[in-house]
């Protein structure tokens, strides 16, 4: 701990251990792992741990783990897509949507300037629609809540062989507390600087600080969603005034677009703004040990990004459209905007649009700027300064031949960073996986096919790209596999709401059930539009196309009823399916997935008892 | 282990250590603790430990902690119940119920000979359903949970504790399995009966034979249940018939009265049959070690004995008076009988009435019929024989003096019948206490109440009236914590059932916040009821008195609207509104819950982190 303390000291810049040339360890990890074209292998994990410490062993063989163990709900996700494309044309509602007989006319999606518009123009995207939300997308959902149930024992038991394998063991929870040397020098220098009955005041402002800083960065959070919302509604008002038609026709998909970059931007950039941040806060603190630290840093990164990551998908999921109000009675924002609605075939498109944007872009720019390209620039413009040192001094020979040093060239590398950016990132995804699985059946292949990169593109900048580390020894994933156990947890509540109140899927089956006459789905379309009287459109919002009824997405009641454009009896009937639907869901799955736990580790139990 | 094969070959009758009478032990443990007279005491539990052996120590040290526990909620239980004493005369539904201005003429209970009756006559009842039935049981509910977590928390620290002070913690899983005798015994036997072809079909059988049992006694319960169902429709039809005015009033309660004695009296026979059955079908299918054994029948009376117990509550809680229909279109049992209905303001009153007949009716058998009377009689007729063996033949001085030796005063005691009978008393008990405490909030004071006396008597029962049991050391209570767990668990889930579908609770409120126009709850019982055109009664169900509406307690669509007696609005908004209800509570409390178990384990390692 010495060298630590010097260096906490600034006494030296940094000390690291050397990377391996004599030995042949490194050109086999070389070529046997940081190797696209051995893919389709399993990771030397045990080289790994001998090389890099079982710290980094371990996060490879949860990758590795996690990257198997995809594979089946992506061929299932995939099944699931292709069953929709291939029914697609025998899905009544959709047909109906796309039926110009029906001559549907609905009421104009802005004031003034829309016109009354019919609903086949929406044709495509109910079809769209129709590829994420059939039937099969709700047991494809009951599928990944045992998938991850499956996912956290295997892995529990894969982390038990190689802490058997590794002996790892015998590794003690309650060893002596190794003090940061971080910690150490700072406590002297604020103990010279500061008196006792200080030091109560201080640890209150920090406190305050941290609050403060959390508060203000859910606030930021939010208003970047909120933001991207507004620029979306004004966008869209401004656009829709333009008179060419053309235009008109695209500007729906044009805004949302634009508008999912946006929104990626802000979040790709907010992340590493809050990565800072929460190494701030955390330093704030002055934790005692390096596990504290990592700790604390680890639950205060984990809780700033993953809101940063997931806030625009909740706000799509389950707010966008749902405060909208009615025709004649819309809200307003900054009381000349309307607030934003989905496109008409429902907002499970547009979230799962969102959600495929934000994945894709998500991992392309992290794996290839932040991962690839930013490490280059880095190692270029170093290497550019050590040129024009050499070209500036001429060196002598000895200088020149120190350069060529193993710790020279080491030095030159980037410093690890430690596992845990890594482990964020995949938990994340792990969370786009599990999450909003029931919207978007496709998410587990993006996964599969990005980390099957990953992990090859990590294990290049692990054995070229960067100092070697530190071996450290710990016996599991620890925080990460809590983390992940209440990500799995979370998403069965997700996935239910998503399944009930975004997706048609119950709407549909009560229509089939209790409102159609004859079981089938023929005439929801129809049934799932309430009526408007246009002579109740507030002066000036009307179109000056004359038609005497409009049509709108909700069950109200309609104008010649006692209580017109109150909620109607179809409505409340629908809104207890969806509640019955998240509670039978929730318990149900739950139970399936400590069943499958369960289940699980009494096998393990067994095997382990009959291996004895 | 040799005398125990030679007891399973039946050479001796029975070995057990002698109680002490030498020491003082046994002599302070009946004073200081088999004693009413030291109820507010602690036990002396390392006494106890000392000896009767580490499993009977912790039992008594488990119910110590459970007694001493059950005090808070009893005393907030006491609290909620006289504040809706007090809080009685201002609750406007129960005063617009006995308000006899407000005339309203309610629809006749049973067909033909039961007449119109006014609802101002249950006012009583309805006043009674109140005190159960108010805004503070929601609190109590919730705070129940986390009281649950709380309780289990505590007893794992007490236990820890235990763990640690009587040297338990060396204490290994996976010792070398200990051989039940009678299983060695058994299976030489059968070895020389059979051929090793049959064995599988054996085992067929066995689990053939199992699985019918275990249906039939499924069967078995749900026909009582039916049957006391059963038994009620049919005296209240007959009885109703009586013309005698004053027997017709007193009918309704007298039912069910005697209906709820006659479940208590099934269910007691019903437990001690099943109870029988679980140690047959256990012993059919000869576990190998004595753990498994007990495991095994643990958990089979378990589930046959909770399922007794509870089935005739969950019957009244979720499903009386759900499927009777509606006026004019009753479902009928037999083709003659009407489903029962709940009284008016309620099946709450009725679940109470239930909950505290049984609670208190099996507290009082069991304790005075089964672990009192029983065992005196059985004493007494042993002494009685050995009296008459004395009187015939003329017992020589020397076997005078043998039988005065402590071995046969021993052998004259009950033997030791394990403490798992005693745990699922308590563990029912605590069922009962969590399950519907958001419908009777004396339950934890009724149980407290059993209790203290419970521990005394049986403290008395293990000290002076059964032989001394063999001490057997265990670290801990074993799958009765999981089962405490589960049932933890298990009451959110029927408490948020209880509250939001058998009490009034979401349509009061729904009716406060959104139908009533001014926010008060005048008016709650007129829009509570719907109308029926007595034209619409089939012929000869209706009584003879002339009246052109009347009344019924559902939310259905009025005669003159489009859809007469279908569902109205209300219906459904109130359904949402419930499962709503259901999901908040559920996920909020079993939140809340998850959260005190953490908060404590975190506490108790600070706790421990502090002392080390």
Chains 1, 2 share one sequence.
Not at 384 to 394: A, V
């Amino acid at each position: 701990a010495g060298i630590m303390s010097l260096l906490a000291r600034g006494v030296y810049i940094s000390a690291f251990p050397l990377h391996d040339v004599s030995i042949l360890i490194r050109q086999v990890l070389h070529e046997e792992w940081a190797n696209y074209g051995v893919m389709h292998k399993y990771q030397p994990v045990d080289l790994i741990r001998k090389y890099f410490g079982e710290q980094i062993g371990l996060y490879f063989a949860w990758l590795g783990v996690y990257t198997q163990l995809l594979i089946p709900p992506s061929v299932l996700g995939i099944i699931v897509f292709l069953y929709g494309i291939f029914t697609v044309d025998t899905n009544v509602p959709s047909q109906e949507t796309c039926d110009d007989n029906l001559n549907i006319t609905m009421c104009p999606l802005c004031d003034g300037v829309c016109d009354y518009w019919r609903l086949s123009t929406v044709c495509s995207l109910a079809k769209a629609s129709y590829l994420f939300d059939n039937g099969t997308t709700v047991l494809f959902a009951i599928f990944m809540s045992l998938w991850a149930a499956c996912f956290l024992e295997h892995w529990k038991r894969r982390q038990m062989c190689l802490k058997h394998t590794w002996d790892l063991t015998s590794l003690e929870d309650e060893e002596v507390p190794y003090l940061r040397p971080e910690y150490e020098e700072a406590l002297q220098e604020k103990k010279a600087k500061m008196k006792a009955k200080w030091k109560k005041k201080v640890l209150y402002l920090i406190v305050m600080t941290l609050s403060v800083c959390v508060c203000f960065q859910v606030f930021v959070t939010f208003s970047a969603v909120f933001g991207v919302a507004v620029y979306r509604i004004c966008m869209l008002s401004v656009w829709s005034m333009n008179p060419d038609p053309e235009a008109k026709a695209s500007v729906r998909m044009t805004v949302t677009t634009t508008g999912i970059i946006l929104n990626m931007l802000v979040v790709l950039v907010l992340e590493e703004v809050y990565g800072a941040i929460a190494v701030w806060l955390t330093e704030l603190e002055l934790p005692k040990t390096q596990e504290e630290f990592e700790e604390r840093l680890i639950f205060k990164s984990f809780f700033l990004k993953s809101m940063n990551a997931f806030a625009p998908i909740f706000y799509v999921a389950f707010f966008k459209g749902r405060f909208s109000g009615r025709p004649g009675d819309y809200v307003y924002v900054f009381s000349d905007y309307r607030m934003e609605e989905c496109a008409p075939p429902g907002c499970l498109i547009e979230l799962c649009i969102q959600l495929s944007m934000i994945m894709l872009g998500k991992q392309l720019i992290q794996n290839n700027v932040f991962e690839v390209l930013i490490p280059k620039m880095y190692r270029t413009i170093q290497e550019q300064k050590g040129k024009d040192r050499g070209g500036e001094e001429e060196m002598d020979e000895a200088e020149e031949k120190r350069s060529k040093q193993q710790f020279h060239k080491d030095f030159a590398l980037e410093p690890f960073e430690g596992v845990s950016p890594e482990y964020m990132e995949m938990i994340i995804q792990y969370g786009f996986v599990s999450l909003f699985v029931a919207s978007f059946p496709l998410a587990p292949a993006f996964a599969l096919l990005n980390n099957v990169i990953e992990i090859r593109l990590d294990a290049a900048k692990f054995v070229t790209e960067i100092r070697r580390p530190d071996a450290v020894r710990c016996k599991d994933i620890g925080i990460w596999y809590n983390i992940l156990c209440g990500i799995s947890k979370f998403s069965v509540i997700t996935n239910a709401f998503v399944i009930s109140f975004t997706s048609e899927f119950v709407p549909r089956m009560v229509y089939q059930y209790i409102y159609s006459g004859n079981g089938t789905m023929s005439g929801y379309t129809e049934h799932s539009l309430s009526y408007f009287n246009v002579t109740n459109f507030p002066p000036g919002t009307a179109p000056n196309t004359t038609v005497s009824m409009c049509r709108y997405k909700d069950y109200r009641d309609p104008p010649w009823a006692p209580d017109a454009y109150t909620f109607s009896k179809q409505y409340w009937s629908v809104l207890a399916a969806k509640l019955l639907f998240v509670i039978f869901f929730q318990v149900k799955v739950l139970d399936l997935f400590d069943q499958g736990m369960d289940r699980w580790t009494v096998n393990a139990i067994k095997l382990k008892g009959d291996t004895l």
